[in-house]
């Protein structure tokens, strides 16, 4: 199985200050179809996941561009340019490139 | 307005079954891969299965091999989980997605707990 590893798995950041996290795969998570199959999912308290990018960097629909994607092959970042309060959450990589589907362990991002 | 409402889950004896229903709308469900995804009390995000479009094709991960299995109807926008032979490990909220390379719609999840 592709082992997903993320780090840190906890983030107190200052409001307003940056925050990055990182994903790494035990395997290239490049498909046949060239695609890099890597996305990040929010999950505040309480709530079910929501995905904010998809294939590394793009952004879905309503995901503020203070949030952003980027990586290639086994080595990648989400980024957070300034960290809001409704930012607070558990954040997850996971890869769709190979069977079984795997998740990183999660990031808590809390604020100081 | 995309929707997946999960139902189905509860309290089951180990050993127990049960059987999740997941009703999709707002989007053209069978053109979708979908997914099932757990999470246990305080921990992460576990990948369980995934259907194809046309219903061909199922991969789920290995703890749950020849118990559980993934079904859909897309004549009812309906997805299922079929859970035979349930263990305390498998107590989670369970959830519906949409998409197995990157799953974009979620549910608000299902909690089935297994215990005596």
């Known amino acids: 199985d592709v082992v997903m590893t993320q780090s840190p798995l906890s983030l107190p950041v200052t409001l307003g200050q940056p925050a990055s996290i990182s994903c790494r795969s035990s395997?290239?998570?490049?498909?046949?179809?060239?695609?890099?199959?890597l996305s990040w999912f929010q999950q505040r308290p309480g709530q079910s996941p929501r995905r904010l990018f998809y294939e590394v960097s793009n952004r879905d629909s309503g995901v503020p561009d203070r949030f952003s994607g980027y990586g290639s092959g086994t080595d990648f970042t989400l980024k957070i340019s300034r960290v809001e309060a409704e930012d607070v959450g558990l954040y997850y990589c996971?890869?769709?490139?190979?069977?079984?589907?795997?998740f990183g362990q999660g990031t808590k991002v809390e604020i100081k | 307005e995309v929707q997946l409402v999960e139902s189905g889950g509860g309290l089951v004896q180990p050993g127990g079954s049960l059987r999740l229903s997941c009703a999709a709308s707002?989007?053209?469900?069978?053109?979708?891969?979908m997914t099932w995804v757990r999470q246990a009390p305080g921990k992460g995000l576990e990948w369980v299965a995934s259907?194809?479009?046309?219903?061909?094709?199922?991969n789920c991960v290995d703890s749950v091999k020849g118990r559980f299995t993934i079904s859909r109807d897309n004549a009812k926008n309906s997805l299922y989980l079929q859970m035979n032979s349930l263990r305390a490990e498998d107590t989670a909220v369970y959830y519906c997605?949409?998409?197995?390379?990157?799953?974009?719609?979620w549910g608000q999840g299902t909690l089935v707990t297994v215990s005596s």
């Open positions: 259907i194809k479009k046309d219903g061909r094709e199922k």
């Open positions: 996971m890869q769709g490139a190979h069977w079984p589907r795997t």
């Open positions: 395997q290239s998570l490049v498909y046949s179809d060239g695609n890099t199959y």
């Open positions: 707002g989007f053209t469900f069978s053109d979708y891969w």
């Open positions: 997605a949409a998409g197995a390379y990157s799953p974009d719609y």
